[in-house]
């Protein structure tokens, strides 16, 4: 019994690195190849550590075990963060499918810090409404439309806040305002809406 307990611990971290390797070739940037990575290798040398654990029963394997796994779990998440950061703050381009960027204008490139924008009275007041950030692709049908011409609030019934263009930030845009390729838009409304609106900007 042991052994085909520890056979098929040995089996799921195997298909995980797998799954792993298989990610850092296919996935289309560095975050979401180091997503896979992190994730799936992890949970992968979990399984792998604990079929020791089982198949030796014994008090040094298992101290061992249990260190390699603690050691893993803690230092493989704060790896990928450090990585990610200085990956995002070197401008490594995101694929071009993203279409949500939370991060950018968040981060001050000088001291590297995150700032976080908060409506306290919006969260109050509408507790399942979401701010969500959208790029615009340049293969995008919407770009060079104007607002009115998309009319999100009509078919969606979601608001845009503002748009991020470069360094300039247009608050409350009116809609005459033209859509350019890599403009960020800031958009207020219901998550399932919000999950639509997405598909527009692709």
């Known amino acids: 019994m042991t052994e085909v307990v520890t056979g098929m611990l040995i089996l799921v971290g195997a298909i995980l690195m797998f799954l792993a390797g298989l990610g850092i070739t296919r996935m289309p ?117 104007t607002l009115a011409q998309i009319d999100l609030r009509r078919r969606y019934d979601v608001t845009v806040l503002a748009i991020r263009r470069k360094a300039e930030v247009l608050s409350n845009p009116d809609g005459d305002e033209h859509l350019c390729p890599d403009d960020e838009l800031i958009i207020m409304g219901l998550p399932e809406k919000l999950d639509k609106v997405g598909a527009v900007f692709r």
């Not at 990956?87 to 995150?114: C, M, N």
């Open 29 to 145: 940037d560095l975050f979401l190849r180091m997503s896979a990575t992190t994730k799936v290798a992890t949970l992968g040398l979990g399984a792998v550590m604990l079929a020791v654990v089982i198949y030796f029963d014994d008090l040094v394997a298992t101290s061992h075990a249990v260190a390699t796994i603690l050691f893993v779990f803690l230092s493989a998440p704060v790896a990928a963060h450090i990585i990610g950061r200085a990956a995002y703050f070197s401008k490594v381009p995101l694929w071009e499918g993203t279409v949500t960027d939370q991060l950018r204008g968040h981060y001050d490139i000088k001291t590297h810090q995150l700032e976080s924008i908060e409506f306290p009275d919006l969260e109050q007041h509408l507790p399942d409404v979401e701010m969500r950030r959208f790029s615009l692709s340049a293969t995008s049908p919407v770009a060079g439309q």
